[in-house]
């Protein structure tokens, strides 16, 4: 069995979504992100997954999602990415579950 794909699942990390009115909510995401990386980055992934998240969490919103996957993929040479993360937005007292779905990115295939 050829492992492929690595990456962190349902961690809990404390986020600012933006909202489309510009304003920041602050809530907590359940957040899993997964990669298809080299051999010889798979002991680093972890760092660099949380390292590339803890530098958006402070303004998240769905604009930067493809920018946060493509660090991902530079950083650690992958193939592809995928992000899924899930949170509870406040209306009032009324807490709202979003799910900012799977967002996947494939590196160009090298010719030659």
Do not use: W
């Not at 404390?14 to 990669?35: D, F, M, N, Y």
Request: charged share 20%; aromatic share 2%; hydrophobic share 40%.
């Amino acid at each position: 069995m050829k492992l492929k794909s690595v990456g962190i699942k349902n961690i809990k990390l404390p986020v600012s979504i933006r909202e489309k009115a510009g304003t920041l909510q602050e809530t907590v995401a359940s957040i899993s992100l997964h990669a298809d990386i080299p051999k010889h980055y798979r002991e680093s992934c972890v760092s660099t997954f949380i390292a590339v998240l803890n530098k958006h969490q402070d303004d998240m919103s769905v604009n930067i999602l493809a920018k946060l996957l493509a660090e991902v993929q530079d950083e650690l040479q992958a193939e592809a990415a995928q992000l899924e993360m899930s949170f509870p937005l406040g209306t009032g007292n009324h807490p709202v579950p979003l799910l900012q779905g799977n967002k996947c990115g494939r590196r160009p295939q090298s010719k030659g």
